[in-house]
């Protein structure tokens, strides 16, 4: 399984990224695909994640508004659109892949299979 997340950058604030998590060995039509995003000397966090079953997405309070997950089933790719984005987003983020219930996202240790992360800076 290798799950390959692209699309990041140096951006201005109030600027956009797309970032894109393309999966092989698995499909996401199976997995709930999620963003973590994480910074030195803090945890893993939650930006989002998307069932299985392409249900209402999750999203932490901090992005919420500004980013969107989607997903493309027939490239087995997840995304996340990133919009008016501020100095505090920058961050490695990192997709992943986990088959337990929602309740459980928002913990690292639940997911199965992990991308490599892709560095995203804002600029103030």
């Known amino acids: 399984v290798q799950l390959q997340a692209c699309g990041g950058g140096l951006v201005q604030a109030g600027g956009s990224l797309r970032l894109s998590c393309a999966a092989s060995?698995?499909?996401?039509?199976?997995?709930?695909m999620s963003w973590f995003r994480q910074t030195p000397g803090k945890e893993r966090e939650l930006v989002s994640g998307i069932a299985w079953s392409g249900g209402t997405p999750d999203y932490a309070g901090s992005v919420k508004g500004r980013y969107t997950i989607s997903r493309d089933t027939a490239k087995n790719t997840v995304y996340l659109q990133m919009n008016s984005l501020k100095p505090e987003d920058t961050a490695v983020y990192h997709c992943?892949?986990?088959?337990?219930?929602?309740?459980?996202?928002?913990?690292?240790?639940?997911?199965?299979?992990w991308g490599q992360g892709t560095q995203v800076t804002v600029s103030s």
């Open positions: 992943a892949a986990t088959q337990r219930v929602r309740s459980s996202w928002p913990d690292p240790q639940t997911y199965y299979y």
């Open positions: 060995g698995l499909s996401i039509r199976s997995y709930t």
